[in-house]
Nanobody
Framework: QVQLVESGGGLVQPGGSLRLSCALS????????IGWFRQAPGKEREGVLC????????DNLDSVKGRFTISRASDKKTVYLQMNSLKPEDTAVYYC????????????????????WGQGTQVTVSS
């Protein structure tokens, strides 16, 4: 059974940093691509950063370029989203998602692509 558990969210002041974690279990982690998504109140869910099985990454949002990065732990059982220089508009529930991929899959950051989702972690950026 695939399980994804996000952690690391919270309240942070503008300009601050957070590192979100997505803990993976119940899967062969090296067979899966992982995506980070977010959904703000009243808005559609949007892809933030995604990493393919082979380690390729794609950033889906111009607004986070240069501020957010995605990475995997050495054992690949955890995927991180490092968020720096946070802004109030980054406030959202952040989700990680997983998709079993072929080895040559390119990183994809569309919601429809992923079929396993975590419960989300709230990130609030406010002074």
């Amino acid at each position: 059974q695939v399980q994804l558990v996000e952690s690391g969210g919270g309240l942070v002041q503008p300009g601050g940093s957070l590192r979100l974690s997505c803990a993976l279990s119940g899967i062969r982690v090296d067979y899966y691509g992982i995506g980070w998504f977010r959904q703000a109140p009243g808005k559609e869910r949007e892809g933030v950063l995604c990493i393919s099985r082979s380690g390729g990454t794609v950033d889906n949002l111009d607004s986070v370029k240069g501020r957010f990065t995605i990475s995997r732990a050495s054992d690949k059982k955890t995927v991180y989203l490092q968020m720096n220089s946070l802004k109030p508009e980054d406030t959202a529930v952040y989700y990680c998602a997983a998709k079993r991929e072929i080895l040559s899959a390119v990183p994809t950051c569309a919601s429809w692509y992923y079929d396993n989702w975590g419960q989300g972690t709230q990130v609030t950026v406010s002074s």
